[in-house]
């Protein structure tokens, strides 16, 4: 079937490096994608997304790259900081047999994001 | 303002019993939808509504499962005779419409004994 996953399930860095999470997905009738970050005993929480008529979108400090021809999805933190430390979650919307999506999200299983001050 | 809220924050139930979820969209917000996050997992999809009307309920895992919103707010996931394997956190998101942002309440986290 189809689905989202993460190349890396864990990831240690030092503040002040950059870090890059990375995803695949399969759907190639996704046409949305999210990234979420989930801070333990909280509910995920959107950090950037992108429509599949782009390939790279910028938000503060973080940064999602699109490559639709190897359908990968990766998201880069410059300057990482010690609140950021969550696990991360990308999820795609998958369009349905009629060509629409409504929001159904897959998500990816996550990668432990842990910074060392 | 007021995000998505939900309740309980936790329950613990005996195997067999009912139990029912609540979740406060954010005012305004058309589309509601339930995940399921098993410990250590991404989330699954259960049950969207746009409205009070439910066009997919594929991610319900059996028939003990259902779900209603009335009002265009307020939702409640029942889950009957609760199984162990029922223990999860429970997550609701809403958004403005379907295929805009979607934002997610802390969860309800539910433990079967």
């Known amino acids: 079937g189809e689905s989202v996953g993460l190349h890396l399930p864990t990831l240690s860095v030092q503040e002040g490096d950059n870090s890059i999470i990375n995803c695949a997905y399969s759907?190639?009738?996704?046409?949305?994608f999210i990234w979420y970050k989930q801070e333990s005993g909280k509910g995920p929480q959107f950090i950037i997304d992108i429509r599949s008529n782009m390939d790279k979108r910028q938000g503060q400090r973080v940064t999602v790259l699109l490559n639709k021809t190897v359908k990968h999805l990766s998201l880069q933190i410059a300057a990482t900081q010690p609140g950021d430390s969550a696990v991360y979650f990308c999820?795609?919307?998958?369009?349905?047999?009629?060509?629409?999506?409504?929001?159904?999200?897959?998500f990816g299983q996550g990668t432990i994001l842990t910074v060392h001050p | 303002g007021a995000g998505v809220s939900q309740s309980p924050s936790n329950k613990v139930t005996e195997k067999g019993k009912d139990v029912e979820l609540r979740c406060d969209p954010i005012s305004g917000h058309t589309a509601l939808y339930w995940y399921r996050q098993s410990l250590g997992q991404g989330l699954e999809f259960l049950i969207y509504f746009q409205g009070n009307s439910a066009p997919d309920k594929s991610g319900l895992p059996s028939d003990r499962f259902s779900a209603e919103r009335t009002g265009g707010s307020v939702s409640t996931l029942t889950i009957q005779r609760t199984q162990q394997e029922d223990s999860a956190v429970y997550l609701c998101?809403?958004?403005?419409?379907?295929?805009?942002?979607?934002?997610f309440g802390p969860g309800t986290r539910l433990t079967v004994t």
């Open positions: 999820a795609e919307n998958p369009a349905n047999a009629g060509g629409t999506s409504y929001g159904k999200l897959t």
């Open positions: 998101a809403s958004s403005l419409s379907e295929n805009y942002e979607q934002y």
């Open positions: 759907n190639s009738a996704s046409d949305y």
